[in-house]
C-alpha cells in the first residue's frame, strides 16, 4: 500500500485531503506542523510527501530541505499563491512538483499518480546495478531504495549513518581507519569535530546490533577504526 504524508496546517484542506486520498486506496498519515510532519517522516515507510508551502513555525520550503537531507522521496509541493517565485523556490528546495491552491482534487490525483510512476521507473532502471542487497548477517541494505532491514525489520537509516554503514558493509571484514571513514563520508576537506564519527557509529549501532553496548556487528579495533563483520557464533 502506498502511504503519503500530507503537512498542511489549514483544517479545510487537509481533511478533505485525507478522505478523499484514503478513499482511493492510500495509507495516509497527516500533520498540521512542518516539525510533526518531519516527525512522522522520519519514522520511515512513507512513498510521497504532499507539504504545503506556507507553514507556521519549519514551513514547508525549510522542511523540504530536511527531507532532502535524509531522502529521495517523492514531494509536491501545495503552494498558496501562483507567483511564478514560487514554482522557482519549490524546485530548486528538491519538490518533484508543485500544485497551486485552489486546485482539484483530480488534478492533485493525476500528479500524484504521474510522480509516483516517474519514481518507480527511476526505482526499475536503477534496479541492474542497485538491487543486489548487501549483506551482513541479519542485516541486509538495498542501496537505490535507500532501505535497511534488521533482523526482519525494516529500519529508517539518515543519510549518513546510512552511508557509513553502506561503506563498511562494502568493506566487510576489514578495518576502515577513522580518517578512511571521515574522508568518504564528510569529504577530505572535513574540518569538523572527530567526534562526529563517534556519533554516528553509536547511532548505527543502537539499530543494527541487539545489545548497542557490547556490539558485534560494528566493532571498534583499537587504535585503527571501525569493522562490521558477520558475527562469529
Ligand atoms: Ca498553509
Known amino acids: 500500500m502506498t502511504r503519503i504524508l500530507i503537512v498542511e496546517d489549514e483544517e479545510s484542506y487537509r481533511e478533505p485531503l485525507v478522505y478523499q486520498l484514503t478513499r482511493e486506496g492510500y495509507d495516509v498519515s497527516a500533520a498540521a506542523t512542518g516539525e510533526e510532519g518531519l516527525e512522522l517522516f522520519t519514522k520511515g515507510g512513507i512513498d510521497l510527501v504532499l507539504l504545503d508551502l506556507m507553514l507556521p513555525g519549519l514551513d514547508g520550503t525549510a522542511l523540504c530541505r530536511r527531507i532532502r537531507e535524509q531522502s529521495r522521496v517523492p514531494i509536491i509541493m501545495l503552494t498558496a499563491k501562483s507567483a511564478e517565485i514560487d514554482k522557482v523556490v519549490g524546485l530548486e528546495i528538491g519538490a518533484d512538483d508543485y500544485i497551486t491552491k485552489p486546485y482539484s482534487f483530480r488534478e492533485l490525483l493525476a500528479r500524484i499518480r504521474a510522480v509516483l510512476r516517474r519514481n518507480q521507473m527511476v526505482a526499475e532502471s536503477g534496479e541492474a546495478a542497485d538491487d543486489i542487497p548487501l549483506v551482513c548477517g541479519d ?38 581507519t577513522r580518517h ?54
Open 139 to 176: 542485516i541486509s541494505m538495498r542501496i537505490g531504495q535507500h532501505e535497511v532491514t534488521v533482523r526482519g525489520e525494516n529500519v529508517f537509516f539518515p543519510l549518513k549513518e546510512f552511508e557509513l554503514l553502506e561503506y563498511l558493509m562494502q568493506n566487510k571484514g576489514r578495518v576502515m
Open 180 to 233: 578512511q571513514l571521515i574522508d568518504r563520508i564528510w569529504g577530505s576537506d572535513y574540518v569538523g569535530d572527530t567526534k562526529t564519527l563517534d556519533v554516528h557509529v553509536k547511532r548505527v549501532r543502537a539499530k543494527i546490533e541487539e545489545d548497542p553496548g557490547h556490539p558485534k556487528y560494528l566493532t571498534t579495533v583499537r587504535g585503527l577504526g571501525y569493522k562490521i563483520d558477520t558475527p562469529s557464533e
